[in-house]
């Protein structure tokens, strides 16, 4: 859906409510994903969805209501069941008025052509990764995506702001008969996806993970490639930096302010405009996003807030906020992390003795409160001695607090990379060098 | 809707598909919500449809929310022509398994449809147990959740099936975190992860005895503080239904799924140890450990009159006195398996998805046991209780679960309280370390409302039905 039709569509709504204040959000969304396993294409799918959400303000009771169909009948039905709930719910005291116009930046998300790319283009570069796959022998799985995605927001009180982001991915995954490897890529320009170098990779990686040797469970120095990182910071974000979390005296830095809660390598951003980011330039109340300071050389500075427990805590809106009544406060889903000046290759040439994680699988907070985490290596984990990477090793299950892993932090790399984890995330990371990383017990490959 | 669908299956057929199907879906979610007092209220209408054809013995997906006409030709020349482009990359083409065709309705049974209960009624009962939830200075939070569901859908292939199914679901809950400012903690009722949700109506919620738990479950929440944490070692452990279901879920069930085995999720979800070579071999279990897929279940998450394959609802052991058998299989990939039918595990998310293999309704059958006599059989060991924390590695083997509480036994008698639990093992050591399983008065259907797999990403829901069950000297407390 164009920015234009959004907009006509907020108006009808707002028209036709019969509350005093209310607010219209409206996505669309299309994607294209070419999915391939065992050298061939399993699913090939495109997805378009289009969905407005109406909220509905009767003084301090409030209601939302939303669909898919975007039809006048179905327009007029949102806005009556919002209505309908908002008559019916307890008055909130905590909900602020809607937001106005506020000054915005400016910021690049949306390119043509990785909106416009067809299944043709997905299948030549798939053909490329299959073709790749069997030349040497291996089996291979993966994906390769495009999508768009347009946001627009419009309340009673004047906002009216839109936003498009656009992003073309490929994750793909190189199996031996008892090893594999695995490498990503992403960005919102689909011809900036170096395929080549993902294929060989992840071919790489499937190819030195051949016969792996199990080591005993311990504490070891870990390498931690970017993907691996980012699934660190992913639980840092939710149980860390949300401001509701800190207000409420859940999260792990409560009342650390200006300590040093971390090794003073690592700075930590939130900032939707970085280049390698691909955020939007304000949150779900409308409010312009900023680029946050969260942790600078060590030291606690804040997490992100929205309107709502910005006013309870005495801070300021940082533009992290979801829709009102929130009760899940602010996710910093941006978060960048300060590169070092070393190389990958002059990090593993700079351990005696330690571990390479190319990637953590399914991930899961153990304790809140010191963010102890749990999950384990997968799709290429290496011995490394004396700088060099000796032999593959089978896959491990990690148990460690994800502040302590920061506060032994080492080395920080110089390449970012914007990473994602299994269960999301999406942060541009370093590979870190981190000692007294904590493996509790292994798996049998 | 008839008609509509047919302009799929004609414009498919014109463009020379050898199969084509259309899932037109309605979908009507609300959810009344309070945390700390604070209403939240939505209701969602997810509404569109999704077109699968095979072309040049490739399939082909596409899907709109725009349910009209005209959108439907064009999605299904979209369908058509990702086919074409699919089959350019497979290796051989689609072979789908036979199936009767089927003209026919399904619904949910159920007795008060939970859409009719009016949403003030509804916060006027969370309002009720927040009340008695945040009434100790030490819950920091109290949240509660009614959750109603509806999806009315309609099916039709090119084969000639033309399936109408109303699906309903009813869910509750609530929990209450504590905290003393250095530890966190949770109780949850009558199930972790917000709510525990069931296909029927509100006549569940009624008969949840929801206030009656709310002071026991903020008691719990607060004693946790100033409990021990729960000891590391060797101990039989009895693990409740609210922790054994996930259990289920993610050691027996993800394995079982035919495409992990077959590798499609090898990029992502992951794969699976028990291969192709398994099953009729595999000692997965004890004795006493007979494990069930039924989408025919009552109250089931995944019960169905029809996947999404247009298969019927079947029910079949996945394990059978310990020995693994069969697989969830779907209708293009069940010969894998060397099965001439589908075991009808296809299913999607919505309408914007294409189906793939998911686990149905997974559960492990009652044993014999009475309660009291496993507690007094298993003196100086534990039992934990409900699901907080998991994560299992890609093939299925290594897993490691935390719990909210866990209790040691005493003089045959739930004793001290423990805090952050975690048990840890390997998932055949474990099931062949069962020795026992309470009887079916124990017994107890167990939603999973948030099972992720696929890329793009899908959301499943499916039930485990079990009862507290006693494994032998597991590794507990791992995590310290
Ligand atoms: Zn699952």
Known sequence: MKAKAMQAICKKMLKWTSAPTAEVRIHSFRQGLTRFADNSITQNVQELTDGVTFTARFGNRIGSASSTSVDDASLKRVVSEAERVARAVNPDKDLLPFLGMKKYKKMLGFVRKTADTGPDFRARQVGKVIKAAKAKRLTTAGIYSNSVARIAIANTAGLFVTHANSNASTSITMMTKDSAGWASDGHRDIDKIPIKNVIDTAIDKALKSHKPKAIKPGKYTVILEPDAVSNLLLFLAWGGLNGLALYEKRSCFSGMQNKLVVNPKITLTDDAYHPLQNGMPFDWEGMPRQAVTLIEKGRFIDGVYDRGTAKKAKKKPTGHGQPQPNTWGAFPGNMVVEPGDATLDEMIASLDRGILVTQFHYTNIINPKKLDITGMTRSGTFWVEKGKIKYPIKNMRFTQGVPLALRNVRMVGKDLKNASSLFGGGFVVPPLMIKDFTFSSGTDF | ?480
Request: net charge positive; charged share 25%; proline share 4%.
């Open chain 2, 1 to 480: 809707m008839k008609k509509l669908c047919n302009i799929a299956l004609t414009t498919a057929k014109a463009k020379r598909a050898t199969y084509a199907d259309i899932r037109v879906i309605f979908n009507t979610v609300e959810d009344v919500s309070m945390k700390n007092g604070r209403p939240d209220v939505s209701y969602r209408e997810i509404n569109g449809f999704g077109v699968r054809v095979i072309v040049n013995g490739a399939w082909g997906f596409s899907s709109s929310s725009k349910v009209a006409p005209a959108q439907v030709r064009k999605t299904t020349l979209e369908a058509v022509e990702i086919a074409r482009q699919a089959a350019k990359f497979q290796r051989k083409p689609i072979r789908l398994a036979k199936e009767p065709t089927y003209v026919d309705f399904w619904a949910t049974p159920y007795i008060e449809d939970p859409f009719d209960v009016p949403v003030d009624e509804k916060l006027g009962l969370l309002s009720e147990i927040d009340k008695i939830l945040r009434r100790n200075k030490k819950v920091i939070n109290a949240t509660g959740n009614l959750h109603a569901w509806r999806e009315h859908q309609w099916m039709a292939t090119s084969e000639g099936s033309f399936i109408e199914q109303i699906l309903l679901r009813s869910g509750c809950g609530y929990s209450a975190e504590t905290s003393n400012g250095k530890i966190l903690q949770k109780r949850s009722y009558p199930c972790a992860f917000g709510r525990q949700c069931v296909t029927a109506g509100y006549e569940y919620v009624r008969a949840a005895k929801l206030i009656e738990n709310a002071a026991r479950t903020r008691d719990e929440a607060v004693a946790l503080l100033t409990a021990p944490v729960c000891p590391s070692g060797k101990r039989d452990t009895i693990i409740e239904g609210s922790m054994l279901a996930l259990q289920i879920h993610e050691s027996c069930g993800h394995p079982t799924e035919l495409d992990r085995v077959l590798g499609h999720e090898a990029n992502y979800a992951g794969r699976s140890f028990i291969t192709t070579d398994k099953p009729g071999k595999l000692k997965y279990g004890s004795d006493v450990v007979n494990i069930v897929a039924d989408s025919t279940m009552p109250m089931g998450l995944a019960t169905f009159g029809y996947d999404d394959d247009a298969v019927r609802a079947q029910r079949y052991y996945v394990v059978e006195n310990g020995l693994y058998k069969h697989y969830f299989t779907n209708r293009d990939l069940a010969h894998h398996a060397g099965e001439k039918r589908s075991r009808g595990c296809n299913r999607a998310h919505g309408y914007s998805k294409i189906p793939m293999i998911r686990m149905i309704n997974l559960s492990l059958l009652p044993g014999d046991w009475e309660y009291d006599d496993l507690l007094a059989d298993t003196e100086g060991g534990l039992v934990m209780e409900m699901n907080k924390s998991w994560s299992i590695d890609q093939m299925r083997i290594n897993f490691q679960f935390g719990c909210e509480a866990a209790w040691e036994i005493k003089n045959g008698k739930k004793g001290k309280l423990y805090r952050d639990p975690t048990y840890q093992g390997k998932t055949v050591e474990f099931w062949n370390s069962c020795d026992a399983i309470c009887n079916n008065k124990y017994w107890h259907p167990w939603g999973v409302v948030n099972c992720g797999k696929g890329q793009p990403g899908q959301t499943a829901e499916m039930t485990h039905g079990c009862a507290p069950s006693r494994f032998r000297n597991l590794q507990v407390g791992i995590a310290r």
